[in-house]
């Protein structure tokens, strides 16, 4: 009899036991995840920072380029990197043709019926270990159900006892024909007496289309990568034993919503937190089929999400309608930390090289051609002694382009490109602009979205003028800080940005003088939200959770000299 959980186990990944020997702790433990590195998302960092001063224990758990490795950045709060081999990818027939090369050798080793490596046997193992995890993630989510109350998202039906004790069955034979396969290694093995180990916006009509054929965007054929990511990171959750995994993105939702199935048939209650950073469906710059299969892994796992989190109250609107939850996702804006007031932090205008008696344009953020930062430049020949700085990360054919359009104009002279500082230095870094720029142009995600942006140019303390998307738009007008001009439009843009020149004095102060408006897009205010969220899902929070301090973040990251190599 083959006990599938033993032989999960005895393949896991040796990620595993990268992970320190844990010390006792009776701490509510909480697991951060997303599927970067960690320390490059800043929304993230955020969250594991301020849960963290709530007294609350944080790992936070994302991909390694290279070798898994954890390491400690701050007092209290663990990142683990986990490297993720490319077995469920390489498995199966199809895959083993695409790497046939021209030859007979080739082809042979392509259709061998046997294992000679152990990677090919681990490579093998993948879809029957997927298959494994998820038969027991379903038998799983029916006792986690019974342990809950409902979630935000109505049940799918479950598949039938019979079909489930069928599959079992069926992957029972499968394993001992895996087992079968491997001989060869094996005698290979004991020969050599080592094993050698293994040391992730079409047009609407296409994406229409993958929607009415679902079975054409399944997304573990589309992005097999996410399975590899859970055979990775499964392991690591189950070692990890959290309380929460709050997860960050849609691509590791099945991640967490299995790693709880898994937990409920060991005794063990483990909520699920989903923070969709964005709108599956309205994402720009990514291919229909990928879109639609990345809405149907979220369409699957969003029920097991105990608390669904996002970042404005239109897509929230949006995921309400769409899965007909029973409760609206919570908002917590991206919103800027407090920062540490002893940081020496540098002035974009000097960073600029810009002269200090002309008015300031700064635009912060990621340049490509959607971002509509083309708009403003365009504008520029419009406003004689204006310039623009440009905060990027590096150059790129965005950057350049935007160059050249500055030559054309005949206004390169006033374009300026200015480095990134670290998050929480951001508003200061902004305070010496005039006026902050938000040129986005019109997709789903863009009209509903409210900017890192945007609240960072309200902690600066300078007016904003944003394109028509919807929601940066209505507060704009709503709140009185800035104009609003048509997405695209290049006399519109010139048009706004006089408009709030003229009224820079009373556009200022506004912003200056009101304490209620700064604090409601700060991350100080996300903070308390956050708290709420956290003592109902854990059934209350440590005492030094309440204090008035615990919603203050100074630093995402250790200083440069500190961090991580």
């Given at each position: 009899m083959i006990d599938e959980r033993t032989e999960t186990m005895r393949e896991a990944d040796d990620t595993v036991a990268d992970l320190p020997d844990e010390q006792p702790d009776d701490r509510p433990h909480v697991v951060m995840m997303s599927a970067n590195t960690v320390v490059v998302d800043a929304r993230v960092l955020k969250y594991a920072r301020t849960v963290a001063q709530f007294g609350v224990r944080v790992t936070a758990v994302g991909l390694a380029s290279g070798r898994?490795?954890?390491?400690?950045?701050?007092?209290?709060?663990?990142?683990?990197?986990?490297?993720?081999?490319?077995?469920?990818?390489?498995?199966?027939?199809?895959?083993?043709?695409?790497?046939?090369?021209?030859?007979?050798?080739?082809?042979?080793?392509?259709?061998?019926?046997?294992?000679?490596?152990q990677e090919e046997y681990r490579v093998g193992l993948a879809p029957w270990h997927r298959a494994t995890r998820a038969i027991r993630s379903v038998r799983g989510r029916e006792e986690r159900d019974r342990q809950r109350p409902p979630g935000p998202?109505?049940?799918?039906?479950?598949?039938?006892?019979?079909?489930?004790?069928?599959?079992?069955?069926?992957?029972?034979?499968?394993?001992?024909?895996?087992?079968?396969?491997?001989?060869p290694l094996r005698y290979k093995q004991r020969r050599r007496s080592k094993a050698r180990t293994s040391t992730l916006r079409g047009s609407g009509n296409r994406l229409a289309f993958?929607?009415?054929?679902?079975?054409?965007?399944?997304?573990?054929?589309?992005?097999?990568?996410?399975?590899?990511?859970?055979?990775?990171?499964?392991?690591?959750?189950?070692?990890?034993?959290?309380?929460?995994?709050?997860?960050?993105?849609?691509?590791?939702?099945?991640?967490?919503?299995?790693?709880?199935?898994?937990?409920?048939?060991?005794?063990?209650?483990?909520?699920?937190?989903?923070?969709?950073?964005?709108?599956?469906?309205?994402v720009a710059n990514v291919k229909p089929r990928r879109v639609a299969a990345m809405r149907a892994l979220e369409r699957e796992y969003l029920a097991d999400a105990d608390r669904i989190i996002t970042v404005s109250p239109q897509i929230a609107e949006v995921l309400r309608t769409d899965y007909d939850l029973r409760v609206t996702p919570d908002v917590v804006l991206n919103a800027t930390v407090a920062g540490d007031p002893?940081?020496?932090?540098?002035?974009?205008?000097?960073?600029?090289?810009?002269?200090?008696?002309?008015?300031?344009?700064?635009?912060?953020?990621?340049?490509?051609?959607?971002?509509?930062?083309?708009?403003?430049?365009?504008?520029?020949?419009?406003?004689?002694?204006v310039h623009l700085v440009v905060v990027v990360k590096r150059p790129n054919t965005a950057t350049i382009a935007l160059e050249h359009l500055a030559e054309d104009l005949g206004v390169r002279d006033r374009?300026?490109?200015?480095?990134?500082?670290?998050?929480?230095?951001?508003?200061?870094?902004?305070?010496?602009?005039?006026?902050?720029?938000?040129?986005?142009?019109?997709?789903?995600?863009?009209?509903?979205?409210?900017?890192n942006k945007f609240c960072e140019y309200l902690a600066a303390g300078i007016p904003i003028v944003?394109?028509?998307?919807?929601?940066?738009?209505?507060?704009?007008?709503?709140?009185?800080?800035?104009?609003?001009?048509?997405?695209?439009?290049?006399?519109?843009?010139?048009?706004?940005?006089?408009?709030?020149?003229?009224?820079?004095?009373?556009?200022?102060?506004?912003?200056?003088?009101?304490?209620?408006?700064?604090?409601?897009?700060?991350?100080?205010?996300?903070?308390?939200?956050?708290?709420?969220?956290?003592?109902?899902?854990?059934?209350?929070?440590?005492?030094?959770?309440?204090r008035p301090e615990a919603t203050i973040v100074r630093r995402l990251l250790p200083l440069r000299e500190e961090a991580p190599s």
């Open positions: 898994s490795r954890r390491d400690l950045l701050f007092q209290d709060l663990d990142v683990a990197q986990i490297a993720v081999p490319s077995r469920y990818r390489d498995a199966g027939f199809r895959a083993r043709v695409r790497r046939v090369g021209h030859g007979f050798a080739e082809i042979f080793r392509a259709i061998r019926p046997w294992y000679v490596t998202a109505p049940q799918l039906p479950a598949p039938s006892g019979p079909l489930l004790k069928l599959s079992w069955r069926y992957r029972k034979l499968q394993r001992y024909a895996l087992a079968a396969m491997a001989t993958y929607q009415r054929f679902p079975r054409l965007a399944r997304w573990r054929d589309v992005a097999p990568e996410i399975v590899d990511q859970e055979l990775a990171l499964g392991p690591v959750l189950d070692a990890l034993r959290p309380d929460v995994v709050h997860v960050h993105d849609v691509y590791l939702l099945g991640v967490a919503a299995q790693h709880a199935h898994r937990a409920a048939l060991d005794g063990r209650s483990v909520k699920v937190v989903y923070d969709a950073h964005e709108y599956v469906l309205g002893d940081d020496d932090v540098p002035s974009v205008r000097e960073a600029a090289e810009a002269p200090a008696d002309v008015p300031l344009l700064v635009y912060g953020g990621g340049v490509v051609y959607e971002r509509g930062v083309h708009t403003v430049v365009g504008a520029l020949p419009q406003l004689p002694g374009l300026h490109f200015a480095p990134y500082v670290p998050a929480e230095q951001v508003p200061r870094y902004f305070r010496s602009a005039t006026i902050g720029v938000s040129p986005l142009l019109h997709a789903p995600n863009h009209d509903m979205a409210i900017t944003t394109s028509d998307t919807q929601a940066q738009a209505e507060l704009v007008r709503e709140f009185g800080i800035g104009a609003v001009h048509r997405a695209d439009d290049v006399d519109d843009c010139a048009r706004a940005l006089r408009e709030v020149l003229d009224r820079l004095p009373e556009l200022t102060k506004r912003i200056a003088e009101d304490d209620k408006l700064r604090h409601r897009f700060s991350w100080a205010a996300q903070a308390e939200k956050i708290r709420e969220i956290y003592a109902e899902l854990l059934g209350g929070l440590p005492e030094e959770a309440w």
